[in-house]
């Protein structure tokens, strides 16, 4: 199979392959679109994949994810993505070197920062071979909390479309996922005085949300279909099923883990049984708002109030996917489509 007959191939711009041997760095990175601004952008993820096509349906599902975010958030840029193949417990800083090397081949087109399996310390060893990276210490740095304050507006837009409240007070949401978006959408949460259910197989890391949040741990097998009013996947992708989703009571679903429907068609499964799911690329987009602010001149207040705007944003959506009679899913994709004109 080629990359253009790949299920998940959008008519991506650019798809580069690359292999250190030095190193053993093998990474893909591809460029779905552009933007206005000639400047793609998005993490670099890295995870011991199966096989090479299941790095590949990744990495292009990710980075159109991406031209879907920043088109949505309003921003000048296109989508990219970096998939490392690999342990992250085992990447040295020749690997991230060599991978440095490799974003520097673009010249600028592509921005590299941190996702899943790396660090912003991490983005010091890549960029130190390119100038083409965000996330470093000192700079945006750690943008799960921005994150999980997009997140956190999202479940507030939900709510008011779903239930018809302007308050969490007393909603019971059950986070999958206690890492450090987990925990930065539990802190919101518990602020406007969610109720919150957690779960992590690490079990230091849902503790901490016990002890500091109020949350109740409860296991994985029943995270997902807990009766509550918010299921915020912020773990591993494809957790929205054929086999998850009959046993969904929750009836809206947002959270910040990426590609969260196994399948397109998931979405469809979802508004079928009646549960409002927020896009993730929509619901998740703080982070990547937050490091496209950076620079000597980076004001964290204002872009946090851009990133409070994907509150706006979800309304649209709901609101066009009630006009068209489609999934908030579909809604979306057909915004964010017309927005980049493909």
């Given at each position: 199979m080629?990359v253009?007959?790949a299920?998940d191939?959008?008519d991506?711009q650019?798809?580069?392959?690359f292999n250190?041997?030095?190193?053993?760095?093998?990474a893909?990175i591809a460029i779905h679109w552009?933007?206005a601004s000639n400047?793609s952008g998005?993490g670099v993820?890295?995870k011991p994949?199966?096989?090479?096509q299941?790095?590949?349906?990744?990495v292009?599902?990710?980075?159109r994810a991406?031209?879907?975010?920043?088109a949505?958030?309003?921003?000048p840029?296109?989508g990219g993505k970096t998939?490392?193949i690999?342990?992250?417990?085992?990447?040295t800083?020749?690997?991230?070197?060599a991978l440095?090397?490799?974003v520097e081949?673009?010249g600028?087109r592509?921005?590299?920062g941190?996702?899943?399996?790396?660090?912003s310390?991490?983005?010091v060893h890549?960029?130190?071979?390119?100038?083409h990276?965000?996330?470093?210490p000192?700079?945006?740095?750690?943008t799960?909390?921005?994150?999980g304050?997009?997140?956190?507006h999202?479940?507030?837009?939900a709510?008011?479309h779903?239930?018809?409240r302007d308050?969490l007070?007393?909603i019971?949401?059950?986070?999958?996922?206690c890492?450090a978006?987990g925990?930065?959408l539990?802190?919101?949460?518990h602020?406007?005085?969610a109720?919150l259910?957690v779960?992590?197989?690490d079990?230091?890391?849902m503790?901490a949300?016990?002890?500091d949040?109020?949350a109740v741990a409860v296991t994985?097998?029943?995270?997902l279909?807990?009766?509550?009013?918010v299921?915020?996947?912020?773990?591993?992708?494809?957790?929205l099923?054929?086999a998850?989703i009959p046993t969904?009571?929750?009836?809206?679903?947002c959270?910040g883990?990426?590609?969260?429907?196994a399948?397109?068609?998931?979405?469809?499964?979802?508004?079928?049984?009646?549960?409002?799911?927020?896009?993730?690329?929509v619901?998740?987009?703080g982070g990547?708002i937050?490091?496209?602010?950076?620079?000597?001149?980076?004001?964290?207040g204002e872009?946090f109030a851009?990133?409070?705007r994907?509150?706006?944003t979800?309304?649209?959506?709901?609101?066009?996917?009630?006009q068209?009679?489609?999934?908030?899913?579909r809604a979306?994709d057909?915004i964010a489509?017309?927005?980049?004109?493909?």
């Open positions: 080629t253009f007959q299920p191939f959008d991506h650019e798809v580069r392959f250190d041997l030095e190193s053993g760095m093998r893909i552009q933007g400047i998005g993820r890295m994949y199966l096989d090479e299941a790095a590949v349906a990744d292009l599902r990710l980075s991406m031209s879907y975010k920043f949505l958030a309003g921003l840029y296109g998939v490392i690999g342990d992250p417990q085992q990447k800083p020749e690997l991230l070197n440095g090397r490799a081949s673009f600028g592509y921005m590299a941190p996702d899943v399996g790396t660090t310390e991490d983005m890549i960029g130190a071979c390119t100038t990276v965000r996330g470093r000192g700079e945006s740095g750690d799960s909390p921005a994150t304050f997009g997140i956190y999202a479940i507030r837009a709510v008011r779903k239930l018809g308050d007070a007393g019971k949401v059950a986070i999958q996922g890492g978006v925990r930065a539990g802190h919101y949460l602020d406007a005085g109720e259910y779960h992590d197989i079990r230091q890391a503790a949300m016990v002890s949040f109020g994985g097998g029943e995270i279909s807990l009766e509550v009013e299921s915020a996947p912020c773990a591993l992708g494809a957790v099923n054929d998850s969904i009571v929750a009836p809206i679903i959270g883990a990426n590609n969260q429907l399948k397109e068609r998931h979405g469809e499964s979802l508004a079928d049984a009646g549960i409002l799911y927020v896009p993730d690329y619901a998740n987009a990547a937050s490091a496209t602010s950076e620079g000597p001149d980076f004001d964290r872009a851009t990133v409070a994907i509150y706006d979800c309304i649209k959506i709901f609101e066009r996917a009630d068209d009679g489609v999934s908030s899913s979306a057909r489509s017309d927005i980049i004109g493909r």
